[in-house]
Structure formats: structure tokens, C-alpha cells
T-cell receptor, first 112, second 114 residues
Framework: GQQLNQSPQSMFIQEGEDVSMNCTSS?????WLWYKQEPGEGPVLLIA?????ELTSNGRLTAQFGITRKDSFLNISASIPSDVGIYFC????????????FGTGTLLAVQP | DAMVIQNPRYQVTQFGKPVTLSCSQT?????MYWYQQKSSQAPKLLFH???????NEADTPDNFQSRRPNTSFCFLDIRSPGLGDAAMYLC?????????????FGDGTRLSIL
């Protein structure tokens, strides 16, 4: 079945550092979504990407839809303590449906 | 203001005792989804409703059922919870089932089984 692999699995950084994480798949996706989940809460949509090569920003966050359609990248600049959480990539599978498969997640910890 | 609301936030039930989790939305979206998220894992889709049409994932256990009495509400029923059903249950909505429609999640219900 389809799988979305994220790396790194976890990151422990100092406040102010930039962060990069990626998501790869063996299958092509037409949409890539990035969500953040904080402890005890549901995932919150950060960025949605709809076209190969697309680069989209949301404040300090920038995400890119890979040219091959099999990967996506998320960068966070000048990290702050409230960036802590698990970051999931996700994409719709199953043909013409919106059923999401989620990546394995990247845990981000930011030390003040 | 919360647009996808799940109640309760925490639910404790006994092994084998039926339990119902609820989700409501103020977005007037056509599609509602239920996901199961176990500790340190990604959310996994159980089923979804497109309007009144129910769509079950092939590997969702028969123990899990769902009801959608109207556009705003959707329920997850677990008929005979086992210890392995302890998890966070997430409800989400989207406007349609097209792949470019982002899903909006509630804050989840954490289910514990005694």
C-alpha cells in the first residue's frame, strides 16, 4: 500500500534555528498537505500544495511540492518555542477521493 | 471559534461496554471523516460520510460503526470496545471529496478502556 515517509523522525533544536523536514512517497500525489499537531489536540492545517514545483509560504513556514510529485518539503525559519509539536505531511489517495494518508510524522522540540 | 467540535474530549469506558463519540461542525461541509490515532502514530482513516453516503475503509473492524443524522452531526459507535481500541479519535470535515479540499480537524476524543 501507499506510504508516506517523513524525515527526520525527530528534531531537537535551539530557538532561532531554521528547520527542514521532508516527506517522500513511492506513489505520485496531486496534493500535498502539511499539518501540525500539538499534544492533546487535533491536526491543524499549515500549508496546502496543489501543483508540482509550487512553493508556498505561511509566515515563517515555507513548503514545496516536489517536481517528481513524490515528495514535499517543509521549512521553518527562526524557530520559536511554540513551534513544538508533531508535523505531518498528508495526501489524498484512492483515486478521485479526498481520503487522506498521513506521513509518519516529525517531532520538533525547540529549546528556549 | 471552533468549527469542528468533538465531545467529550476524554472518555473512559469499560471493556466490552458500548461507547459513542460525537462530532459536530459549523462549516456546513458535505463530508465528515473519522480517524483513529494511536499513541505515537499517524491518524488512520476509519470511514467517511459524503452527505448520507457511508464509505467504510476495507480494514476498519466491524466493531466500529457510524451515524450521520444530519449535515452537522456525526457519531462514532464502538459496539464492544477492546483494550486495543484505546486511542485518540479525530473527526474531520471537508467541503467535497475532491482532492484539493483540505480537511479540518476537531481536537479529538481520547478514549481509555478499563
Amino acid at each position: 500500500g501507499q506510504q508516506l515517509n517523513q524525515s527526520p523522525q525527530s528534531m531537537f533544536i535551539q530557538e532561532g534555528e531554521d528547520v527542514s523536514m521532508n516527506c517522500t512517497s513511492s506513489s505520485i500525489f496531486n496534493t500535498w498537505l502539511w499539518y501540525k499537531q500539538e499534544p492533546g489536540e487535533g491536526p491543524v492545517l499549515l500549508i496546502a500544495l496543489y501543483k508540482a514545483g509550487e512553493l508556498t509560504s505561511n509566515g515563517r513556514l515555507t513548503a514545496q511540492f516536489g517536481i517528481t510529485r513524490k515528495d514535499s518539503f517543509l521549512n521553518i525559519s527562526a524557530s520559536i518555542p511554540s513551534d513544538v509539536g508533531i508535523y505531518f505531511c498528508a495526501g489524498p489517495y484512492g483515486g478521485a477521493t479526498n481520503k487522506l494518508i498521513f506521513g509518519t510524522g516529525t517531532l520538533l522540540a525547540v529549546q528556549p | 471559534d471552533a468549527m469542528v467540535i468533538q465531545n467529550p474530549r476524554y472518555q473512559v469506558t469499560q471493556f466490552g461496554k458500548p461507547v459513542t463519540l460525537s462530532c459536530s461542525q459549523t462549516l456546513n461541509h458535505n463530508v465528515m471523516y473519522w480517524y483513529q490515532q494511536k499513541s505515537s502514530q499517524a491518524p488512520k482513516l476509519l470511514f467517511h460520510y459524503y452527505d448520507k453516503d457511508f464509505n467504510n475503509e476495507a480494514d476498519t473492524p466491524d466493531n466500529f460503526q457510524s451515524r450521520r443524522p444530519n449535515t452537522s452531526f456525526c457519531f462514532l459507535d464502538i459496539r464492544s470496545p477492546g483494550l486495543g481500541d484505546a486511542a485518540m479519535y479525530l473527526c474531520a470535515t471537508s467541503r467535497t471529496t475532491e482532492g484539493n479540499q483540505p480537511q479540518h480537524f476537531g481536537d479529538g476524543t481520547r478514549l481509555s478502556i478499563l
